[in-house]
């Protein structure tokens, strides 16, 4: 044959390289071991408070660090080691497994709903702190050309761990209960910090200015908000993650009370938008040139939206977890655009800054959305709550398709633009 394989497939040629793999097997790991967790603490509280409010705590206490330390994470991915940034940060969530662990073991009666908040919370701090190290240092390593080849598999492990995590969850409880459930959570959590106290990351490699960190937030911010690229996805970013994200968080509860099934079959319900995203990122990794992916990320978004409409009122589990399935293909699509634009709408030396700006809306729109839906559920129903909302977000996104430069454009262009004035 006259063209070799990593030609024709670009994703081969990611993988082929060695630094990147030992980071996105970290990633991978930390994605697993989170994701089985959510779903253990999710049902946990589930069974606890019997309360959709509270369930809905779950997820705010996890993003809840994000506004306060986005913006210093950022800085602190252009700053440190981003090596021993990311083996620090899985050395802390052990600590905070085996601290829940630590409980079930001396009496499970003692488990408490703020026991659960409090090491949801440390949980967020470190997913806060370990999104713009991991993801700025892929970059680094990877390089531009490659970079959409490289979120893509980042995306396919995320999202391997998103649907084999619920799986091994709702199982494992189903089997071992949360004790059992919990030695394989921290089993994981070990394995993975040897590896990331092994990676190969490139030191950082654009300008560091010596500037006062408050100066270098309000520059880092003040770029955000002067590219119509970057504002255009960071206002589609808070929509998506306060009005049809947290959807997730309440798939236990729907799966419970409305389809009438056990934890075995919840985390098969949770693990079902995992095998649509797999497969959109599949086709996105082996994918050579996109250019409009500014179109993409609102096409995913407008799918999203549209299943979660759907999925709340599907009378049938299979039906239900074909429609959580076609929404994990409009996830896959956002997830791969939104830190491919993210990245490169902005020079180099603002990157780890943007990539704190866009946690910082992630963290904000999940707070305050999740806590919304938790209370509307509360009073009305859970069905009522997700749709209404996903149906604002479906007339809230709308605008971007006409308003902003985001869809038509290939993200670089502005940043080479504002780079020059």
């Known amino acids: ?37 959510m779903l253990a603490l999710s049902w946990l509280i589930l069974q606890l408070t019997d309360s959709y409010l509270q369930l809905s705590l779950v997820l705010v206490f996890n993003n809840l660090p994000r506004p306060a330390l986005s913006l210093f994470t950022g800085l602190i991915a252009e700053m440190f080691d981003r090596r021993l940034i990311l083996a620090y940060a899985q050395g802390v969530n052990t600590i905070a497994a085996a601290a829940i662990l630590g409980v079930f073991i001396w009496d499970i009666e003692m488990i408490r709903a703020w026991h659960v908040y409090m090491v949801i919370f440390v949980q967020g701090g470190i997913k806060a702190l370990e999104d713009p190290s991991r993801r700025t240092a892929i970059l680094d390593i990877v390089g531009a050309d490659r970079l959409v080849n490289a979120l893509s598999l980042d995306v396919i492990s995320n999202t ?57 937030l309000i520059v880092g911010v003040r770029y955000a908000l002067g590219s119509r690229e970057l504002l255009g996805m960071l206002y589609v970013t808070i929509i998506m993650n306060a009005l049809a994200f947290p959807v997730q968080q309440f798939v236990p509860a729907v799966g419970r009370d409305h389809l009438n099934v056990g934890v075995g079959l919840v985390g098969v319900l949770v693990a079902a938008e995992g095998v649509g995203q797999l497969a959109g990122a599949g086709v996105l990794a082996i994918s050579s040139n996109i250019r409009s992916r500014g179109l993409v990320f609102v096409a995913g978004s407008l799918l999203v939206l549209l299943v979660v409409i759907l999925f709340v009122w599907s009378p049938w589990f299979m039906l239900s977890f074909l429609l959580l399935s076609l929404g994990g293909l409009g996830q896959a699509a956002f997830g791969t655009m939104q830190s491919t634009i993210t990245m490169l709408a902005a020079p180099p030396e603002m990157r780890g800054r943007m990539m704190g700006v866009l946690s910082e809306c992630i963290g904000i729109g999940t707070i305050l959305g999740t806590l919304e839906i938790g209370v509307i559920a509360a009073v009305v129903s859970i069905q009522w709550s997700l749709s209404v909302n996903a149906l604002v977000g479906l007339v809230m996104v709308a605008p971007v398709l006409a308003m902003s430069s985001l869809v038509g454009k290939s993200p670089g262009e502005s940043a080479v633009a504002l780079a020059e004035d």
């Open 1 to 37: 044959m006259n063209s070799p394989l990593p030609v024709r497939l670009p994703v081969l040629a990611v993988l082929r390289d060695r630094d990147f793999r030992g980071i996105w097997y970290v990633g991978s790991l930390f994605e697993f071991a989170r994701r089985t967790e």
């Open 160 to 216: 391997a761990g998103k649907m084999i995590g619920p799986l091994f969850g709702g199982f494992l409880i189903a089997v071992a209960d949360f004790q059992g459930a919990y030695v394989f959570i921290i089993s994981i959590h070990l394995v993975n910090l040897v590896l990331a106290s092994r990676l190969k990351i490139p030191r950082f490699g654009g300008v560091r200015r010596q500037e006062p960190i408050w100066k270098s």
